[in-house]
């Protein structure tokens, strides 16, 4: 069993109740990875949840468009951007954590996608790949140099994450049971062969908790 010391952190990633079952924007089984992120957090001395924060004017959502049906794509100002259901809402339900995820012994808890005019897949970094969360800051206040990550969505929030993580010099690790995908015209396997490409390592929770 790993036991993992002061320069290695686990990140949990927005799971949060509109992301699982029965949420605005459930991820197929996303509920089955709260009781593996709970096992995992066991051996981590530094834990850290990401929260997605949305108003309700959030430029991602379709019904702040006219005529647009969620999951088509719009081009933004800072690329192409797909267009969600509303989801996790400030002060909403949605937006709460699982209920049965502990978090109440996490180090920090990033709060992102909260500007209305820009979405944020990624914990580090708001879509623009410019605007910081706040994350990295903390990581090397920390003296934090690896960084093990699970959640949802794999191929979103996810994979955002662990790709800047790599470029920021951070070695990522992905524990991909720990996760679920939302799998949307190919996505899953090119966030895989993105996040192999950079230099993020794929594992399973067994390699941590055996």
Not at 186 to 193: F, M, P, R
């Given at each position: 069993m790993?036991?993992?010391k002061?320069d290695?952190?686990?990140?949990l990633i927005d ?5 699982c079952?029965g ?6 089984e ?12 066991k051996?981590?001395?530094?834990k850290i ?7 309700h004017?959030?430029?991602s959502?379709?019904s702040?468009?006219?005529?647009k049906?969620?999951?088509s794509?719009?081009e933004?100002?800072y ?12 002060g909403?339900?949605g ?8 978090t109440d012994n996490?180090?920090?808890i ?6 209305p005019e820009?979405d944020s ?7 623009d790949?410019?605007?910081?969360t ?9 003296q ?12 979103f ?6 790709i ?15 996760c679920?995908?939302?799998d949307?015209d ?8 993105e ?7 794929l ?8």
């Open positions: 790993s036991d993992f002061e290695t952190a686990l990140i799971i949060q109740n509109d992301f079952p949420g605005a924007l459930a991820v197929n996303g509920n089955e990875i709260v009781g593996l992120a709970n096992e995992l957090q051996n981590f001395k530094i949840a990401t929260q997605d924060w949305h108003p004017t959030h430029k959502f379709a702040n468009h006219e005529d049906e969620p999951l794509v719009i933004m100002f690329g192409q951007q797909v267009l969600w259901p509303d989801h996790c809402i400030q909403s339900k937006a709460e954590f699982h209920r049965e995820l502990i996490s180090d920090l990033i709060r992102k996608g909260f500007r820009i897949y990624s914990a580090f970094f708001e879509n790949h410019k605007t910081p706040g994350l990295e800051g903390y990581l090397r206040t920390r934090i140099k690896s960084i093990y990550l699970c959640g949802l969505a794999l191929d929030c996810v994979y955002f994450s662990a800047d993580g790599a470029k920021l010099g951070f070695k990522v690790f992905v524990i991909e049971d720990a679920r995908a939302i949307l190919g996505s899953l396997d090119n966030a895989i062969n996040m192999t490409s950079s230099g993020v390592q594992l399973s929770s067994h390699d941590l908790l055996n």
